[in-house]
């Protein structure tokens, strides 16, 4: 554990190799994060260990604030959406939008994973208030939990919520990214 804006990493690091880490699991934003990468990269060999992120690390520009610090961890980051990956239906259509909007390489975006979980539920929350026919929070839900399958961006959708089931996503679409030398969000090969 580390307080938010903290600035010397290494302690609670250390606290962590002592107690035997092989690996740590790290749910930190991007400051805090590319704060710990960068001392990282400067501390011995043997006091670095393997990171697997969720992927708040992304909320920024991750790699930019690393710099080439970056290059000397060993970081993967956990996503469920990945535009290298994206085309045609959905996908395409964010990409399209994005582009339009100016953005060259989609893969460098911040959070590129929760705007497409955006997309998707924007999407879907959209088809359930036109199902329902009302704002009514209740025939919203319920509507939400009758949806015909839909192919979002993200995965297809058959459907994304029943009664007993409130999470759309699905454990299949968890996967191991990294970021490339060009600070790009790719799928670990």
């Known amino acids: ?15 962590l190799l002592a107690s035997g880490a092989a690996a740590v699991i790290l749910a930190a934003n991007e400051g805090e994060a590319s704060q710990l990468v960068r001392q990282l990269a400067g501390a011995a060999p043997d006091e670095r260990r393997p990171l697997l992120c969720h992927w708040g690390i992304t909320g920024g520009d991750f790699a930019a604030m690393c710099g080439p610090a970056l290059a000397a961890v060993d970081l993967a980051v956990v996503q469920t959406f990945l535009f ?21 390489d989609a893969a460098r975006l911040p959070s590129g994973v929760g ?10 929350l959209a088809r359930a208030i036109d199902a329902a ?16 399958p839909w192919d979002g961006a ?13 999470e759309a996503l699905a454990p ?8 490339d030398a060009a600070g790009r969000l790719v799928a670990e090969r």
């Open 1 to 15: 554990w580390f307080p938010t804006g903290a600035e010397d990493m290494l302690p609670p690091w250390r606290r």
């Open 115 to 124: 705007l497409a979980h955006a997309w998707d539920l924007a999407h879907i």
């Open 172 to 179: 299949e679409l968890v996967r191991v990214a990294r970021f």
């Open 154 to 166: 993200v995965r297809r959708y058959a459907p994304a919520f029943t009664p007993e089931r409130h």
């Open 133 to 148: 026919g009302s704002a009514d929070r209740v025939a919203i839900r319920d509507a939400l939990e009758r949806l015909e």
């Open 84 to 104: 290298e990956e994206a085309a045609g239906g959905e996908a395409g259509r964010l990409l399209a939008a994005l582009r339009g909007d100016g953005v060259q």
